[in-house]
C-alpha cells in the first residue's frame, strides 16, 4: 500500500533517515515505572537484531542521579529534559518535548509502557509527528530487512491477535502492556551516554488549561495486583462481595493480594484498579489462584505469564484448567475454608 493512498495530505518520509529504538521512561516521586523498565529491555532485544542502540528519553524536574537508572537496565543512552516547566505532568507539553526530540534525532521506534500517561502521551506524540501508534500492544518483533516493527495486539475480544506494521511512516510508535515483558536485572556497572537538552519556551505549569488534583490513594491495604507476588483471583463464581471477603482473608493468610475478572469488577465487588485481563491489568505472580474463573481468553491474557497457576471452580469443564498446573474441582467455600483451616493449623504449629 503506498503512502499516498492511507493519507496524501502527509508528506513522504525517508525511512533511512531513522535510526534507534527509543524508550519513554516514566517516573513518578523519583521511581521509573516497571513498565519502562521491561521496555528497556524489550528494546535491547530488538535494537540488537537490527543493529542499533537503545536510548531512553526523560521528562521532567529535578530528575537528579535517576536519569542514569535506564543505562543500568539496558540502554545506552538516555537524552532527557530537566526544566521547572515539566514539574507537573501535563500531556501538551510532555508530548511537545518529546515531539521536538523525536524531530531531532530520528529514532525509527518510540516506545511507550501502556500506563494512564502512556496511553494519553502516545497518541498524542504520533498524531504530531503525522505517525501511526499501535496501542496496548502484548509483544513486539522487527523486520530485520524493512525495519518495520512487528506490533502484536489482541483484537476481536481477544479472540484473535493482530500483527500491526507502520510500512511508510517514521518513527513507528507502539505501547506496551506493562508485565508483558520481564523486568531486566538492574546491573550499575554499565556505562553508557547520558545528554542533557535544553528546550526553549516551555509553558510555565500554572499557565496551562489543566487543572491538576492530588491524588488519593485506595483504602486497601492490600498490594496492587500487578506488583504482588501471589494473586488470589475472583470470579463471578465466588457470588458477591461476601465470597470476595473471603478470598481477601487467604490471600492476606498467604502475603498476596487480591484481583478479579472484569465480570467481578463490572459488579463492583472489588475496584476496577484490580480487574486482571486484556482490559484490565497483567500479572505475573509466582503464584496465581483462580477462584470461581471460567478461563475467559480475556481474563487468560492477563495471567497466563504466572509460574504456577492453580483453578479451583465446581465446573469439571472449566476452561481455566486448561491452563492451571494445579486443578480443584468443587464448591469454592469449602476449598478455601480447608485451606484456611490448614494454615491456622501450620500457624500453631499442629500441621506439617
Ligand atoms: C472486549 C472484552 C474485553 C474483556 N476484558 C476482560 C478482562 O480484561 N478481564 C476479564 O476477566 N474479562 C474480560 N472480559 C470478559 C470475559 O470475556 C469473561 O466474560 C469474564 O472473564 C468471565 O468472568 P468470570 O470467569 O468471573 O465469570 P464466568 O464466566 O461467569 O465464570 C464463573 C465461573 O465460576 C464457576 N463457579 C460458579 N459457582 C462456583 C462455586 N460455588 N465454586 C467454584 N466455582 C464456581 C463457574 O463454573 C464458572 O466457571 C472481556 C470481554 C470482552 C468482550
Redesign the pocket.
Known amino acids: 500500500m503506498s503512502t499516498s493512498r492511507i493519507c496524501p495530505e502527509w508528506p513522504q518520509v525517508d525511512k533511512n533517515e531513522y535510526r534507534g529504538i527509543w524508550v519513554y521512561v516514566e517516573h513518578q516521586n523519583g521511581v521509573i515505572k516497571d513498565g519502562s523498565l521491561q521496555l528497556i529491555g524489550k528494546a535491547r532485544e530488538l535494537a540488537s537484531k537490527v543493529n542499533v542502540g537503545v536510548t531512553a528519553v526523560m521528562v521532567g524536574h529535578k530528575l537528579g542521579d535517576l536519569v542514569k537508572e535506564p543505562i543500568y537496565y539496558g540502554a545506552d543512552r538516555v537524552v532527557y529534559v530537566d526544566d521547572e516547566a515539566l514539574a507537573v505532568y501535563m500531556p501538551h507539553v510532555y508530548a511537545s518535548v518529546i515531539v521536538n526530540l523525536v524531530n531531532k534525532y530520528k529514532p525509527e521506534v518510540v516506545l511507550f509502557a501502556a500506563t494512564k500517561r502512556g496511553r494519553e502521551l502516545a497518541p498524542y506524540v504520533a498524531n504530531t509527528l503525522r505517525t501511526g501508534i499501535t496501542a496496548d500492544c502484548t509483544d513486539l518483533d522487527i523486520d530485520v530487512k524493512t525495519r518495520d516493527l512487528d506490533q502484536v495486539r489482541p483484537t476481536y475480544?481477544?479472540n484473535i491477535l493482530a500483527h500491526i506494521r507502520t510500512p511508510t511512516r517514521r518513527p513507528q510508535l507502539a505501547s506496551v502492556r506493562p508485565n508483558v515483558f520481564p523486568t531486566p536485572p538492574r546491573d550499575t556497572s554499565r556505562k553508557g551516554e547520558v545528554i542533557r537538552e535544553v528546550i526553549n519556551n516551555l509553558p510555565k505549569p500554572n499557565g496551562s488549561l489543566i487543572s491538576i488534583k492530588p491524588v488519593t490513594k485506595g483504602d486497601s491495604d492490600l498490594p496492587p495486583v500487578e506488583k504482588a507476588d501471589i494473586v488470589v483471583?475472583?470470579?463471578?463464581?465466588?457470588?458477591g462481595p461476601e465470597?470476595v471477603k473471603l478470598l481477601v482473608e487467604l490471600a492476606k493468610a498467604i502475603g498476596g493480594t487480591v484481583g478479579?475478572?472484569?465480570?467481578?469488577?463490572d459488579a463492583g465487588w472489588l475496584p476496577v484498579d484490580r480487574?486482571?485481563?486484556?482490559?484490565?491489568k497483567t500479572v505475573r505472580p509466582t503464584l496465581y489462584i483462580?477462584?470461581?474463573?471460567?478461563?475467559?481468553?480475556?481474563?487468560i491474557?492477563?495471567m497466563k505469564e504466572s509460574k504456577i497457576i492453580v483453578a479451583?471452580?465446581?465446573?469439571p469443564n472449566?476452561?481455566?484448567f486448561e491452563y492451571a498446573d494445579y486443578g480443584i474441582v468443587?464448591?469454592?467455600?469449602q476449598?478455601i475454608q480447608a485451606l484456611l483451616e490448614l494454615l491456622n493449623q501450620r500457624r500453631a504449629g499442629k500441621g506439617s
Open positions: 475480544g481477544g483471583a475472583a470470579g463471578r463464581g465466588v457470588g465470597g478479579g475478572t472484569k465480570k467481578v469488577t480487574q486482571i485481563g486484556q482490559t484490565g483462580g477462584v470461581g474463573v471460567s478461563g475467559a481468553i480475556q481474563h491474557f492477563g479451583i471452580n465446581s465446573d472449566a476452561p481455566i468443587g464448591d469454592y467455600r476449598v
